[in-house]
């Protein structure tokens, strides 16, 4: 639930921003059109299959997913980025190159700044805790893909992160839940 103070500014950027946007890509995507209810259900099931979205979705999973990016903006430009982000979390097309999910809001709130590489020359401390444990490299794809769901761990929602085998999920997972303060990680 937002702030009170908060929901009026919300209201107006939802009718501005977030309902536009929703219709465009729900009538791109075939989850609303003419068609009657059962030919749209059996659509919406097979929309993953193009390519479009990595996993089939209804017009209320893309609102919901929307919204977890964008429950907790203070701005303007946090809430455009959290729809953008809420869209594209479950793009297949192109997500990698989709510019949104390398993206984070500067401090002052004036510009996109692109997530960069983090990697610096290991020493050998370093590389003996890497051995000991699973270490992630700070790419910024990596920054990226972790930013996508660490407001939900910060606050303890559920989420599903999908992937295939090998890809890296566990590793992400690890990342960000070491970064909670007061966390452990049992396995």
Do not use: C
């Not at 979205?53 to 429950?71: A, D, E």
């Not at 003996?128 to 893909?145: F, I």
Request: aromatic share 6%.
């Amino acid at each position: 639930m937002q702030p009170v103070n908060m929901q009026d500014k919300y209201k107006q950027w939802t009718q501005e921003i977030a309902l536009p946007v929703i219709s465009y890509v729900a009538q791109r995507v075939g989850l609303i059109n003419e068609q009657s209810n059962q030919q749209q259900q059996q659509q919406q099931m097979n929309i993953g299959q193009g390519g479009q979205f990595i996993l089939p979705t209804t017009l209320t999973g893309l609102i919901r997913n929307i919204f977890s990016h964008i429950s907790v903006s203070k701005t303007k430009q946090e809430f455009g980025l959290g729809i953008a982000r809420g869209l594209g979390a479950n793009d297949g097309n192109n997500q990698i190159n989709f510019l949104p999910l390398g993206l984070y809001l500067s401090q002052d709130q004036k510009q996109l700044i692109q997530f960069e590489d983090k990697l610096i020359q290991p020493d050998i401390v370093g590389v003996l805790k890497a051995q000991q444990s699973e270490t992630m490299l700070q790419t910024s794809e990596a920054q990226g893909l972790n930013s996508l769901f660490q407001l939900w761990i910060e606050r303890g929602e559920h989420f599903l992160l999908v992937g295939p085998e090998g890809a890296g999920k566990h590793m992400l997972l690890r990342d960000a839940l070491k970064k909670q303060v007061n966390s452990e990680i049992a396995e």
